[in-house]
């Protein structure tokens, strides 16, 4: 059983489209996360979620904003894509927000 | 907040060549975690090192943190083609923050 799994793996979209990425995790971890790793590899966190509650926003564009249903869940929709948000974006959890964290395989998204 | 640098950016070895690649913070760690990331992959966690001269070993790879607690090496051990990747430390302050990552390339 995949332990952190996100859906699309890969997502091709035209600019202005709204989409989302799905975030599922079956550790029973409380603190999830989504993390951004742009074209120089350089891996940057944009939220984390800790019972439902948004702990860390960093300076992510409010087009971006992440959906909790519940906390095995954390999805990502983003909002009139432009071709800077073409990226890896990563999803992850952890037991605790100071606890190891663990990766899914990530979800490739490219607009055009 | 606290800046993780990695050195070096990237490494070409021969296989069964020995490696380090070093991290080194701007802040005391208080929780140093090592990952793998192969093209197209996601993180794969390695080990994590908390106490100052802690040493841990996984198969061939072996990490250190320094006794100020501000450094860490990740060693490889005669390395193969299955090493290559990209290695990143992280650090837990309440958020995992990233080194650059570095680029190991291993030629058979």
């Known amino acids: 059983d995949t332990a952190v799994s996100q859906t699309p793996k890969y997502l091709v979209t035209q600019m202005g489209n709204d989409k989302s990425i799905k975030c599922e995790q079956n550790?029973?971890?409380?603190?999830m996360y989504w993390y951004k790793q742009d074209s120089k590899k350089f891996l940057k966190i944009m939220f984390s979620?800790?019972?439902?509650?948004?702990?860390i926003n960093e300076t992510v564009p409010n087009r971006f904003s992440p959906k909790s249903p519940d906390k095995a869940h954390l999805n990502l929709h983003i909002n009139s894509l432009e071709l800077g948000d073409s990226a890896v974006y990563f999803c992850?959890?952890?037991?605790?927000?100071?606890?190891?964290?663990?990766f899914g395989e990530g979800s490739w998204l490219t607009v055009v | 907040s606290q800046e993780l640098e990695q050195s070096p950016q990237s490494l070409i070895v021969q296989e069964g060549k020995n490696l380090t690649i070093n991290c080194t913070s701007s802040k005391t760690l208080y929780g140093l975690y090592w990952y793998k990331q192969k093209y197209g992959e996601g993180l794969i966690f390695l080990m994590m090192?908390?106490?100052?001269?802690e040493e841990k070993s996984h198969e061939k790879i072996t990490a250190k943190l320094d006794e100020k607690k501000q450094q860490s090496s990740l060693h490889i051990t005669a390395s193969q083609p299955s090493h290559a990747g990209i290695y990143l430390c992280?650090?837990?302050?309440?958020?995992?923050?990233f080194g650059a990552g570095t680029r190991l390339t291993v030629k058979p």
């Open positions: 992850a959890s952890s037991l605790s927000s100071g606890g190891t964290i663990y």
């Open positions: 090192l908390q106490k100052g001269g």
């Open positions: 979620y800790n019972n439902k509650e948004l702990i």
């Open positions: 550790l029973g971890h409380d603190t």
């Open positions: 992280g650090a837990n302050n309440n958020d995992m923050r």
